[in-house]
């Protein structure tokens, strides 16, 4: 299977793959055929890879476009107002933050920021208005006192959007 139906089975029920794989899932595959394919494709194997320190995922988070924004405004913010305290909380924000789409009834979809430690939203909100384009502002600001991370210290956006699906209903 080439690597975009390998991506498209992944939002397939189980049923459906294996109907495309020619599979009877309460059969399973004969020894036969089960050696025909294994000699077809090999056996099945996943690829090691090395893995990430804490500094390289430290770092990765910087790939995202957001928290390049939120360090430039901060660093805006510093020469053009001076201004060291909302210097500090945007690049702060980035330290200690995750942006996330959820659902809108309006927009589709509406940002909104997840960070850690307390604050007054509708201050920040503003704050977010002056330095960024209006559909990258977000439409809320929750604060919680910690964040959900996987092994490597990515915070795990997926468990933010279940938890939070309903912010805008």
């Known amino acids: 299977m080439d690597a975009p139906a390998q991506l498209r089975s992944a939002s397939l029920e189980a049923t459906e793959v294996a109907q495309q794989l020619g599979v009877d899932p309460a059969q399973g595959l004969s020894a036969d055929e089960a050696r025909r394919r294994l000699q077809e494709h090999g056996p099945n194997r996943l690829t090691a890879t090395k893995k990430e320190s804490g500094f390289q995922a430290f770092l990765r988070q910087y790939q995202d476009f957001m928290q390049i924004v939120l360090l430039a405004a901060a660093v805006i ?10 210097s500090v909380v945007l690049a702060g924000l980035t330290l200690f933050n995750a942006v996330i789409g959820l659902p809108h009834p309006d927009f589709g979809e509406g940002v909104c920021a997840v960070v850690i430690g307390k604050g007054e939203e509708a201050t920040m909100i503003a704050e977010c208005r002056k330095k960024l384009a209006a559909f990258k502002t977000p439409k809320r600001i929750l604060f919680v006192s910690d964040l959900p991370r996987n092994a490597m210290g990515k915070v795990q956006k997926n468990l933010l959007r279940q938890a939070y699906a309903d912010t805008f209903n």
């Open 77 to 86: 913010n510093l020469i053009a107002t001076q201004d060291v305290g909302t």
